[in-house]
């Protein structure tokens, strides 16, 4: 897979996300990796689209008047939860690439009346931000549809956009073991989360060389399988979810695989991981 054609089809899945809704969907995926009833309720219901694999702002110790930036925002679901919990003199700070992503963002942005909040279009590996601008950088299940050769920009650019002293925090899936050939060309599985993503050592290796300290990285042992068992009532095809086939073309491996197995278990390949690393004041 060549670098156009990820971008062209990362952004064809989201696009169709980002115009379909599944409430309950989004609800349950939600819950299932780790949200509480409480964050929810504080949110546009149309902000939640069921594409997490983590909650950043649990690691995130996000504080009154801090400023933070979502990277890879789509629908607002963190920077909404992020924007209560920095403030009326805080600032929280998505960042997508994606039209029709922005475009339900801001929607819910006005529906809610959120002044603190602020939506900007770009790619994630190369941000139209000021350097050390924020307190804290958060993420979720985003990182991992960047080109691989692509990775370290971002990292880089978090690191650039954190103040001294800064933190970043990300919820992102993980690889546990090489995948096979069939799994790594499918590009429905790379829209779907999977055979983009990095193994620790290599998500350890980019953060280092951005610069970042006390780098943690931990398996949150939650149940990737839940996009799957999860019952819509939609055709969006959901992050990491059987339904990311729609993305794949009629010769896709990721197809034939599929046919030969009813139950692909996500979670023998993959996992969902809690990444906190700091900036140093220094």
Avoid at 224 to 240: E, K, Q
Avoid at 249 to 270: G, I, T, Y
Wanted: proline residues 3%; aromatic residues 8%.
């Amino acid at each position: 897979m060549d670098t156009k054609q990820i971008y062209e089809k990362v952004q064809e899945h989201y696009s169709l996300a980002a115009n379909t809704t599944s409430n309950t969907y989004g609800h349950k995926v939600a819950k299932a990796f780790g949200y509480t009833e409480d964050e929810l309720e504080q949110i546009p219901k149309d902000a939640n689209l069921g594409l997490s694999c983590g909650n950043p702002s649990a690691i995130a110790k996000l504080k009154e008047g801090e400023t933070v930036i979502d990277l890879g925002s789509g629908a607002g679901f963190d920077v909404f939860l992020a924007a209560k919990k920095v403030g009326v003199n805080g600032k929280a700070i998505g960042v997508d690439m994606n039209d029709d992503m922005l475009e339900r963002a801001n929607k819910n942005k006005e529906e809610a009346g959120a002044e603190n909040v602020l939506f900007v279009k770009s790619p994630i590996t190369k941000i139209d931000l000021t350097n050390e601008y924020a307190d804290c950088i958060i993420s979720n299940c985003v990182v991992n549809l960047v080109p691989e050769h692509q990775k370290q920009l971002v990292f880089n650019e978090t690191f650039r956009l954190l103040k001294p002293g800064g933190r970043l925090a990300i919820s992102d899936i993980l690889l546990k073991k090489e995948l096979p050939d069939e799994l790594k060309k499918s590009i429905a599985l790379y829209v779907g989360c999977i055979s983009g993503a990095s193994r620790v050592n290599e998500y350890e290796e980019y953060l280092r060389n951005a610069g970042f300290r006390d780098i943690l990285i931990v398996d949150n042992k939650h149940d990737l399988n839940v996009y799957n068992d999860t019952p819509r009532n939609d055709a969006r095809s959901s992050c990491c979810g059987k339904g990311c086939a729609a993305a794949a073309s009629a010769d896709d491996p990721l197809v034939a695989f599929m046919s030969q197995s009813k139950h692909l278990d996500f979670n023998e390949w993959a996992g969902s991981f809690q990444v906190y690393a700091l900036k140093s004041s220094s």
